[in-house]
């Protein structure tokens, strides 16, 4: 007789190959023709809100790996939220202004872009927007602290804008590096005579020069002062016929950098100090006309250089603040310029004459050459150091003060009020709170306008007959609407006097007739006002956001454009949490590069593996941390995710003749094995539960793998096809194990669900019958996650585990479970008194006796007693009659 037909062998449709790449096309357009989004948000009604703000990426360039990476968290969060018993709507943002997309479009129209101007280079935007960004600009100007003013900025020579900090990205780049004489205008001898130093100079000492350093030979023709700090000490150096002025701690690394021998210091005096220190004596200036003070300031160190700064307020931030301060409590005549003789392109202008049509950056090595010859060049090498770039052309930037828009991060407490709201927020990692707290706690004041034609114009007038600049909230508001209704493109079609409220004149004279501002919002403002332009309008719990989710880099980006615009409108932050990821890298922790042939595109990943891996690989790492992949890695997470599908597949194979209405045993009559069972799947799903409640994606992930591999393959499900295979197919211990496998799988397929979306959906269209429960859960996306307490309140009740030194008498009660937990043929208990070392119980492991079934291949005595089934067991012989 054929006993194999007699056996319970499992079957079922879902195949053990995934076919990833085939079948996820298959699925998504089975989503899309069930209105899966639709429905879940319609099934959702009544729901707590949760709400994660999409981050609007640029709509250049192919997608890569980093975009996988963002949308896949971003997917997985709205998934288990919506799972978890929340309304979780996902509105996908895209931004369409700015250089990378203007450059994108110039790139395309090539030659053609001679001919055009700047309306024809402008493309339909949402009008909505853009009015919510003139809207929420005139909310700053109503609140105060915008200006318009000569102050250096971050400038792009080659786009020809000005840059926000964000918009930088730091390379290395070889600079010069010069020591500079700057000589003091008064001679040793009549520094002796004022008592100046108290020094006696020794006889032949022809000048007194202060030393800087510079990396920016290019910036000494705006040079309006030097700058020593107060508390450091310097020492008057004489090097043969000159006096040196450094600080005193770098004194033996200026002379080798420059070298200087036979040098011995005279004195050391405090920049500072009241007497004997240097404030106030004047200096030659080594490119120009006139003479530059000698101020104090706390920003010089003696990391590098000399401990003596040249000053020029036109370049830098710290230079220029330092000279508004000294300009407020000086006489009119002696105040310093801002000046930064450069054209948009970075050429000198004629004030420069000796360089006038340059670029600065080129012309530095003619600036080297002149100080040679003029005697004040001290030492000259070159320093490759981290410098800042353009993000998009890749060309080095400069600072240079030109006339730009700005808001005030200190005149009404912005920089205040935005570092306590930073305190309000959940960070994740948690040291991303540190991050942004010391970016907003330094930064300056923000500028917000750009040089360039493709972004939202910057609502306000210049008086034609005075000059005065004209930004006033109402003018703003009227301008929006006018947005609203026809797009910004309105501002670049009309005169000025047809944006304006009739009426409206200048507040300073008078006049009628104005112009137009020419310059656009920094994009960073525009996407940052996205919380008011698009959550905002949807109603009652849609802001502030419950999420950020975004790169680490946004905290100098999004993160922090948000922040201060919510805080300016709203007084809040529009984000209650912010989960930062790190970069994608290749499997040695490499940067990707075409040209290190090192990159991994999604596509290439999805064609050959299918999205499911890429998910995989998102849900599995330290996605806090730069993340590594490479195809090696991949392979390890292919075999990682068969465990799981090979499992799913084993359940759903041995559910085949299962009717949960019909067969379903009560968890009271279950074996203790199947409630050890189910008692690991509450464990598994209140661990899972938790780590989506903390984004923990990875603890899922190793969770899942653990409940798969061990708790039900190599323990649970082995010991377990006895009983499904060869017990009587009605059996009670057959539909007992039947119960667990089917409560196993549903909850399984719901945990998987968020990451493994495709697998978790296949799973699940091929449950039996009663899975789902109602026709609303033909989708294992439109059903919510398991919850632990319904499983776990009576599994908790009934598991009781006794410690007992009287072993034998525990395990006589169990004396017929013993065998399927060991997953061997026989277990025989014997009762001896005395052990020696008086362990609990030893173990030995023998040879079964009798022989062995033909049906079930376990060892048994009663194999062979039955004459007309002699090759089987006893209890074979009953489940087949």
């Known amino acids: 007789m054929d006993y194999k037909a007699t056996l319970n062998l499992p079957r079922t449709e879902f195949p053990m190959k995934a076919n990833l790449p085939q079948r996820e096309p298959e699925l998504l357009a089975w989503w899309e023709g069930e209105r899966l ?42 998934k288990s939220k919506t799972m978890a018993g929340y ?86 780049h070889t600079s010069p590096s010069i020591y500079v004489r700057f000589p003091l205008q008064k001679t040793p001898q009549q520094l002796h005579a004022e008592g100046r ?77 009241p007497v004997d220190g240097f404030r106030m004596l004047q200096c030659r200036r080594p490119l120009s006309e006139g003479l530059s003070p000698v101020l104090l300031g706390d920003f010089v160190t003696l990391d590098q ?22 300009n407020a409590s000086a006489v009119p005549g002696a105040r310093l310029e801002i000046v930064a003789p450069l054209d948009d392109a970075g050429r000198f202008t004629e004030s420069v004459k000796e360089f006038a049509g340059q670029h600065v950056l080129k012309a530095n090595a003619g600036i080297v050459e002149r ?138 004279c008078g006049g009628h007739a104005f112009e137009k501002e020419k310059d656009i919002l920094d994009v960073w403002f525009e996407s940052g006002v996205s919380h008011a332009a698009v959550l905002k309008p949807r109603g009652q719990g849609w802001w502030p956001a419950d999420l950020y989710l975004e790169g680490s880099d946004q905290h100098r980006g999004w993160f922090h454009s948000a922040l201060l615009t919510s805080v300016t409108t709203d007084d809040r932050a529009p984000y209650k949490a912010v989960l930062t990821h790190g970069f994608v890298v290749d499997g040695a922790g490499k940067k990707m590069s075409k040209s290190a042939g090192n990159v991994v595109a999604p596509q290439d990943v999805t064609k050959q593996l299918g999205a499911e891996i890429l998910r995989w690989w998102v849900a599995a790492q330290d996605y806090q941390e730069d993340l590594r992949i490479s195809q090696e890695i991949l392979t390890r997470l292919v075999e990682q995710y068969r465990k799981v599908r090979n499992t799913c597949r084993f359940l759903l194979s041995n559910l085949y003749d299962f009717d949960p209405a019909a067969h ?12 050890w069972a189910l008692l690991r799947l509450y464990h598994l799903v209140t661990k899972v539960r938790r780590a989506y409640d903390e984004y923990d994606f990875r603890q899922i992930v190793h969770e899942m793998d653990y409940f798969c591999a061990v708790d039900m393959s190599a323990i649970y499900l082995d010991i377990l096809k006895d009983r499904l295979y060869t017990f009587q197919r009605d059996s009670p211990l057959r539909r007992s194990s039947q119960t667990v496998l089917f409560d196993v799988l549903v909850a399984l397929t719901k945990v998987m669900a968020p990451i493994l979306s495709f697998t978790a959906e296949e799973v699940w269209r091929m449950l039996p019958a009663g899975a789902g429960g109602n026709p609303e859960t033909a989708s294992v996306h439109l059903a919510d996650l398991p919850v632990p307490e319904i499983i776990g309140s009576s599994l908790e009740a009934k ?21 399927s937990l060991f997953i061997v043929s026989q277990v025989e208990l014997k009762l001896v008194h005395h052990l020696p070392h008086k362990p609990d119980f030893v173990v030995e492991v023998v040879k079964a006796g009798g022989g062995k079934c033909e049906r079930c291949w376990n060892y048994r005595a009663a194999v062979g007693t039955f004459p007309d089934h002699p090759t089987l067991c006893d209890r074979c012989v009953e489940a087949i009659r």
């Open 664 to 675: 379903r045993v009560p968890f009271e009559r279950l074996p203790e094995l199947d409630r």
């Open 799 to 819: 598991v009781v585990i006794h410690a007992n030194t009287d072993r034998y008498a525990f395990l006589s009660h169990y004396e017929q479970d013993l065998p």
């Open 197 to 273: 130093f108290h020094v006696q100079f020794p006889s032949g000492i022809r000048s007194v020069s202060i030393v800087i350093w510079t990396t920016t030979p290019w910036t000494l023709p705006a040079n309006q002062a030097v700058c020593l700090h107060p508390d450091i000490e310097y020492a008057l150096v004489k090097v043969k016929d000159e006096v040196l002025v450094i600080a005193a701690q770098l004194v033996e690394s200026v002379a080798k950098a420059c070298g200087l021998s036979g040098y011995s210091v005279l004195a050391v005096k405090r920049g500072g100090d």
């Open 87 to 172: 309304r979780a709507p996902y509105v996908p943002g895209w931004d369409c202004h700015g250089l990378p997309i203007e450059h994108q479009v110039l790139k395309e129209l090539g030659d053609k872009k001679k001919g055009l101007d700047t309306l024809e280079i402008r493309k339909l935007c949402r009008p909505a927007y853009e009015a919510t960004i003139l809207r929420e600009f005139g909310k700053f100007v109503a609140k105060g602290g915008v200006y318009k003013g000569l102050k250096p900025v971050l400038w792009c020579t080659v786009d020809q804008t000005a840059l926000a900090e964000a918009e930088v990205e730091y390379e290395d």
């Open 305 to 326: 250089g000399t401990g003596c700064v040249h000053i020029a307020p036109g370049h830098g931030q710290e230079d220029y603040a330092l000279v508004l301060d000294y």
């Open 371 to 508: 100080l040679r010859t003029d005697g004040l060049l001290l030492g000259h090498s070159t320093l490759t150091h981290s410098y800042p770039h353009c993000w998009r052309c890749k060309s080095p930037v400069i600072f240079r003060a030109t006339k730009q828009w700005f808001v005030s991060m200190d005149e009404k407490g912005l920089r205040r009020q935005a570092l306590a709201e930073i305190g309000r927020v959940t960070w994740i990692p948690a040291r991303g709170r540190d991050r942004i707290y010391g970016m907003i706690e330094n930064r300056p004041d923000w500028c917000l306008s750009r040089q360039r034609v493709w972004g939202t114009p910057i609502p306000a007038f210049i008086c034609a007959a005075c000059r005065e600049v004209l930004a006033d909230p109402k003018v703003i508001n009227h301008v929006a609407d006018l947005v609203a209704q026809r797009g910004a493109d309105v501002w670049f079609q009309k005169p000025a006097q047809d944006l304006m409220p009739s009426g409206t004149v200048c507040r300073k």
């Open 37 to 78: 989004y639709e429905r879940i948000q319609e099934a959702g009604q009544g729901r707590p809100l949760s709400v994660l703000h999409d981050g609007p990426p640029y709509a250049n360039g192919r997608i890569h790996i980093g975009h996988a990476l963002n949308k896949i968290l971003k997917d997985i969060i709205v």
